[in-house]
């Protein structure tokens, strides 16, 4: 039976998420929210100011359709400074509604109804619904836990005749894996022998404190055949500016450009120039920015751990995730929905990012981007867990 009657049935099962839900229920019971993944204080001052002056100078209507040139200009030389890839600002870089947007584009823009998806669980929510959309099909590889991995022959498995796209995230939400280079190379390889493209979201390129980040692009037979999407929301404390990219071969982007103007068309005018500048701050700041969420994570994660939870190393992103059978638990969801009553703390059941609900039902995720005073108070409701 249709769960919500005007829905087309292929978004059927897409309710409202349970970020909705969480974040409903800290506004009513009071609770800290470490549940959605937004941070509580301002990033880089430069940024702000960057796009308040482009207010008070009369940026104030559509900007160009693939993004105002300072932007695109910007965002070419971050890919060449960091990483040494080149992209022609205006043939290969396209600004998009964050990078939510970019990835509905690449996926509208680059499957078939039938088509497959290859992409790692746990997964951002987005994902699944962007792919269904698309009227293609998702075949997931599961990230293991303690360390989340995947078996490479999950992966060869999962690709068939009918795959045209692997998604990867990576710096990974919820999980905070940061790929190996090891990883990243078989990745790379099986793109190439099965002629696939890979849709890479990087929005937390710069929110790494172990390893390093290596963009999928930069690997072997990659450069034309993928689509590399990232924001500055992470990593300049925007979060609701909704500026986001896509790069790619000038092919691939005029792929996702055509799906894109029929979207949004454009958005966030004045706050592309508040990106822009933020792209060109030296790397001292980008360091600053992951130091900073390196100590929140942590204390996050020394304070879960006091509290009797089971930790997993986060490597980066906004998130730590914990299992919860160590304190006699098994139920995510339900200990998620008791927890602001309990503790007055609110967090996010993992389950909800995995197919197979098993692998996912005792780990639950908590957001390490708060002020450490936030943190410093949450952690203290939540020792009295096992009491
Ligand atoms: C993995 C991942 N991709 C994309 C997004 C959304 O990015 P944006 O706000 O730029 O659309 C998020 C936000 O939480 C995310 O965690």
Redesign the pocket.
């Known amino acids: 039976m249709a769960d919500t009657p005007y829905l087309v049935s292929r978004l059927q099962g897409f309710g409202t998420t349970i970020f909705a839900e969480m974040s409903a229920l800290a506004v009513a019971t009071g609770s800290i929210n470490l549940g959605q ?1 937004f941070p509580d204080a301002d990033g880089p001052p430069e940024v702000n100011e960057a796009a308040i002056a482009a207010i008070r100078s009369g940026h104030n209507q559509y900007p160009p359709g693939i993004g105002i040139p300072e932007l695109r200009t910007a965002i070419a030389a971050h890919q060449a400074q960091w990483y040494g890839v080149d992209f022609d600002p205006d043939t290969e870089v396209l600004v998009t ?5 970019g ?1 509905a584009a690449a996926l509208l823009a680059l499957c078939e109804p039938g088509d497959e998806v290859v992409t790692f669980e746990p997964y ?1 929510d ?1 994902y699944a619904a962007c792919i269904a959309l698309a009227g293609a099909h998702r075949r997931v590889v599961q990230l293991r836990t303690p360390d989340y991995s995947f078996d490479p022959s999950a992966l060869i498995a999962a690709i068939t005749p009918r795959t045209r796209v692997l998604l990867l ?1 990576s710096p ?2 919820p999980t905070g894996k940061v790929f190996t280079r090891d990883e990243l190379e078989l990745i790379a390889r099986l793109c190439v022998e099965h002629d696939l493209i890979a849709v890479t ?1 990087e ?2 390129e710069h929110l790494v404190f172990d390893g390093e980040h290596q963009p999928l692009v930069t690997f072997s037979g990659m450069r034309d055949r993928t689509v590399t999407i990232s ?4 990593t300049f404390s925007c ?1 609701g500016w ?3 990219w896509v790069c790619a071969s000038p092919e691939l982007t005029a792929a996702v450009r055509t799906v894109k103007q029929f979207l949004t068309y454009v958005n966030g005018g004045p706050f592309q120039y508040g990106i822009a500048a933020g792209l060109g701050l030296p790397g001292s700041v980008f360091r600053r920015v992951a130091a900073d969420l390196e100590e929140k994570r942590d204390r996050l994660s020394a304070g879960l751990a006091a509290a009797g939870l089971s930790v997993f190393r986060s490597a980066g ?2 998130f730590v995730t914990v299992d919860i059978r160590s304190i006699g638990e098994r139920d995510g969801l339900a200990f998620c929905r008791a927890l602001p009553e309990r503790c007055g703390v609110v967090a996010v059941p993992s389950v909800v990012f995995y197919d197979d609900h098993d692998a996912g039902r005792s780990l639950v995720r908590f957001a390490c981007c708060k002020q450490l005073d936030v943190i410093d108070d949450a952690v203290g409701r939540l020792q009295g867990l096992t009491s």
């Not at 509604?97 to 947007?101: I, R, Y």
């Not at 924001?231 to 992470?234: A, E, I, P, R």
């Open positions: 993944g509604a964050g990078a939510t947007e990835i951002y987005s995230n990974h939400n979201d929005v937390y924001s500055g929301g992470k979060t909704k500026i986001g992103t906004y």
